[in-house]
């Protein structure tokens, strides 16, 4: 079976406290992109999953395990995966990846899971798993397990540009200085997405992680300054990064952005905003 896995950016991020556990209490706005990994899940004779690496480094092994053993499933799986999101770059290709292989396997073995099972189960393994399940808008709280979904569309291109360089999401937040972090309320981000007013959501994007990320990759600030000059409504890093993103509605300024970035950077891609109705 294959299935796509959709990436994803936060065109709000706000971390807000840690908890005496370790965990970081978050504010985000998610959205799914139309950048994909492929992922074809088949059934096996023989019991166990088998992929690269087959132990607990990787995420998809470790949904197909719970998922084994949950179930009590007699047959494994094989998981093949076509990477194009890169790692390291706060697009949630690991958690999407996962995400995906849940899918398919609720499909392979008749499980006939809800999205609200199969996004608790993907909760056990990662806190992005969640969102990525459901592949729609929304406005999440929590760790990342509390979502609630944005029905209105919005309508951007996305110009997605990462240095070699990656980010580790521990470190990222390990680093992250608390004192020194100006809040901004995601849920005017929220509002400005129902009610489709693009310069709201121009105004309010932001990401608190940025700071200790590009202390990690300098490179960081400046493709936000370099998209700000060539035209770009707004610019910011995704996630724990290092992957930033230009945000327009005008065409010629993502093509002159992409010949601009294309042979300055590991990774270039011309993206856009996917909404619900168009990745299913």
Known sequence: MKVR???????????VRKREDGYHLLKMIMQNIDLYDDIEVVK????GSKIVPTDQRNIMYKVAQLMQERYGLKKGVKIFVYKHIPTQAGLAGGSADGAAVIKAMNKLFHLNLSY????????????????????????VEGVGEKLQFIDEPFEAYLL????????STQKAFTSLDLSKVKHQ???????????????AVIDNLQNTLELPSIKMVPQIKEIKKEMMK??????LMSGSGSCVFG?????????????FFRKRYFFVRKSKILNKEENL
Not at 5 to 15: E, G, H, I, R, T
Not at 44 to 47: F, H, Q, R, V, Y
Not at 230 to 235: M, Q, T
Not at 247 to 259: L, S
């Open 44 to 47: 096996t004779k023989e019991e």
């Open 230 to 235: 060539l035209g770009f409504d707004g610019a």
């Open 116 to 139: 609200e099972e199969m996004a608790a189960l993907g909760k056990e393994v990662g806190a992005d798993i969640p969102f990525c399940i459901y592949e729609k808008t929304a406005f």
């Open 160 to 167: 997605l540009v990462k240095p070699k360089k990656g980010v």
């Open 185 to 199: 309320d995601c849920r005017k981000m929220k509002k400005g997405i129902e009610m489709n007013d693009y310069q």
């Open 247 to 259: 945000i327009t509605r005008n065409q010629e300024i993502m093509n002159k952005g992409y010949e």
């Open 5 to 15: 896995a959709y990436a994803k950016v936060n065109l709000a991020l706000d971390v």
